[in-house]
């Protein structure tokens, strides 16, 4: 997308910058004060999905929200840079750089696996997973994604085609209907915006190709820092029994419903997730 063009209606865009942090170009909202807690977007979305719950967070937290390598404004150095490890590293970089040092990782869907693997790695306190990606994705992205991803590694004109067909009004309401979710206007005009642009599908389809969660799932009993699973018991993206299951299993991890909501759960009801978190956190 073209920030000149796009970046003035951006949710939150006063608060927007860039960082050049080897390898990517990283486009970034930072606000608040206190401590660092960080924010990241699932797979196809960007820092336009915390909309409602960053500034909600920003009173009490120095609030870092990335926009991930190829999605939104921020620019994807190469494609072997694209998956799990790779990412989680390049986001450790980051960080480093900035001398941001969160004790909080919110994510949603693979953005908690992320935050997880980033766990793994880091001194960090809590991280909330919002629908977590901890199982392959079901519905239209489950067969969506790695068909697309396949697709696009023999025609680069791929992430164009789906652009054209996704970022219509009709298609972005179908693709977010499947979720389980349901937005107001903006956030369906954000997400038709992103559809829209090929850059962007073509980043979202890097990241699902180049996606696999065994290594973490073998590791998560590693992790030092407590773990909050929030599931839409609405979800028709990733089963709600994911995070069940895994809350299960681990006792630092524990699972709380959220009825009613959908996989964009965050989108819906800012307000009652920023609750949910700040209980969490509170405990």
């Known amino acids: 997308m073209d920030w000149a063009k796009d970046g003035p209606t951006w949710p939150n865009q006063d608060s927007s910058r860039f960082v050049d942090a080897r390898p990517h170009r990283w486009h970034v909202q930072v606000a608040g004060e206190g401590s660092d807690l960080l ?35 921020s620019k994807l150095s190469s494609r072997t840079r ?30 908690a696996v992320l935050g997880l693997n980033l766990a793994l790695e880091r001194d960090v306190g809590a991280v909330i997973g919002l629908n977590a990606a901890l199982a392959p994705f079901d519905g239209v992205a489950g067969w969506l994604f790695p068909v697309l991803a396949k697709l696009l590694a023999l025609n680069p004109f791929v992430p164009a085609m ?4 996704a970022g219509t009004e009709r298609g972005a309401e179908r693709l977010i209907a499947s979720t389980g979710s349901t937005l107001d206007p903006l956030g369906l005009a954000l997400y038709r915006r992103l559809l829209a642009d090929p ?12 996606w696999n969660i065994d290594h973490l799932m073998t590791r998560l009993g590693a992790i030092g820092g407590r773990v909050l699973l929030l599931t839409g018991d609405a979800d028709l ?21 959220l009825p009613g909501l959908g996989h964009l759960a965050h989108e819906e009801a800012p307000e009652t997730v920023a609750a949910a978190i700040e209980r969490f956190l509170a405990a």
């Open 39 to 73: 924010l990241l977007h699932g797979a196809g979305g960007a820092t336009q999905s915390w909309r409602g719950l960053f500034p909600l967070l920003r009173p009490k937290y120095r609030v870092i929200a990335p926009d991930l390598p190829g999605q939104g404004f």
């Open 82 to 111: 694209a998956g799990l490890r790779a990412m989680t590293e390049d986001l450790g970089t980051l960080l480093d750089q900035e001398r941001w040092a969160p004790k909080i990782i919110v994510g949603h869907s693979a953005g």
């Open 162 to 165: 789906f652009a054209r067909a």
């Open 199 to 210: 850059a962007h599908v073509d980043g979202a389809l890097a990241m699902m190709a180049a």
């Open 237 to 257: 993206t990733v089963p709600p029994s994911v995070s069940v299951d895994v809350a299960t299993a681990y006792p630092q991890i524990v699972h709380e419903s």
